[in-house]
């Protein structure tokens, strides 16, 4: 199984709702990780999980809180988020994160947001 | 600041032809890698190649490294409308965790 499966594929929200985007992967991944795409833009890092421990932070806004429950599982929760927060939000993962090897990068299909 | 380069942004050719893509960056790398997305999807991984190497291949890609002009080549030869997608280069810079930086992408279109 070389599948990183995201829900929900869309999601629409208020500004003043509380929502969560899923991930996950059952190829053993140690290393999963969330980026956020605007359009025709690449994609930009937000937070990686190494060991289930959250190793790096790009600085992303506190709106964005995520949770890596196990191995297998990767979530971002969502809260008062901005209309500017409209984007595509990728999950991917690796088998390992480390400051000398940089592995391939599985990732899932996307989570479309929208915030009205 | 961002760390690939790509060009050129867009890139549109008969189905049959080669397309050739660049990407250029600005520091010491581990590794650099290629990857494809379709229409705002998930992106594929094509193909990964290390510092100490120069020329890779995969099918119908060839990826070449030049480390003393910080910049790499994809070729994509007789292409297919079905190789129409936005392609990305992404590098790490050393000692950088796993943090994949993309750059700004080709847009290659592919008509049949």
């Known amino acids: 199984d070389t599948e990183v499966t995201q829900t929900p594929k869309h999601l629409v929200m208020g500004m003043t709702n509380k929502k969560s985007l899923k991930c996950e992967q059952h190829?053993?991944?140690?290393?999963m990780y969330w980026y956020k795409q605007k359009a025709k833009k690449p994609p930009e890092l937000m937070f990686v999980?190494?060991?289930?421990?959250?190793?790096i932070n790009e600085s992303v806004p506190s709106r964005f809180s995520p949770e890596c429950p196990n191995s297998s599982l990767l979530n971002l929760h969502l809260h008062a988020l901005q209309p500017e927060d409209s984007a595509l939000y990728l999950c991917?993962?690796?088998?390992?994160?480390?400051?000398?090897?940089?592995?391939?990068?599985?990732f899932g299909p996307g989570t479309r947001l929208t915030v009205l | 600041s961002q760390q690939g380069e790509e060009d050129p942004q867009a890139l549109s050719i008969q189905e049959g032809e080669n397309a050739t893509m660049n990407c250029s960056y600005k520091?010491?790398?581990?590794?650099l890698q290629w990857y494809r997305q379709n229409s705002g999807r998930g992106l594929v991984h094509l193909i990964l190649?290390?510092?100490?190497?120069r020329e890779k291949h995969s099918g119908r890609l060839r990826v070449t490294l030049d480390t003393s002009k910080k910049s790499s080549s994809l070729l994509i030869t007789a292409s297919r409308a079905a190789d129409t997608a936005s392609y990305f280069c992404?590098?790490?810079?050393?000692?950088?965790?796993?943090?994949?930086?993309f750059g700004k992408g080709t847009k290659l279109s592919v008509k049949p």
């Open positions: 991917a993962s690796s088998r390992i994160a480390s400051g000398s090897i940089t592995d391939t990068q599985y």
């Open positions: 190829m053993g991944h140690r290393a």
């Open positions: 999980y190494s060991y289930e421990k959250l190793s």
């Open positions: 520091t010491s790398i581990n590794n």
């Open positions: 190649i290390r510092s100490n190497e």
């Open positions: 992404a590098t790490d810079a050393r000692g950088s965790q796993g943090n994949l930086i």
